[in-house]
């Protein structure tokens, strides 16, 4: 087994704003939605932008999810 926890998971969106990633669904979520709202103001994005975007980022947090059960 190898031990490469000096990088912490990190889900980038498409700003570039870095969202930690967090093993709780749950908090993890609230993240996602929070940035999305946040984002969605900043570069003005539709309903439909915005949940696209939201989709990108949980697809991100799953694709950590399933790497870290690799490891
Ligand atoms: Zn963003």
Avoid: N, W
């Amino acid at each position: 087994m190898t031990d490469d926890c000096d990088s912490l998971p990190i889900i980038l969106c498409r700003c570039g704003f870095e969202l930690l990633f967090v093993p709780d669904v749950q908090v993890m979520g609230q993240a996602i939605e929070k940035h999305a709202l946040e984002h969605a103001k900043k570069y003005r994005l539709t309903q439909e932008q915005t949940e696209s975007l939201k989709d990108y980022l949980v697809s991100q947090a799953f694709k950590l999810a399933f790497k870290k059960l690799k490891q």
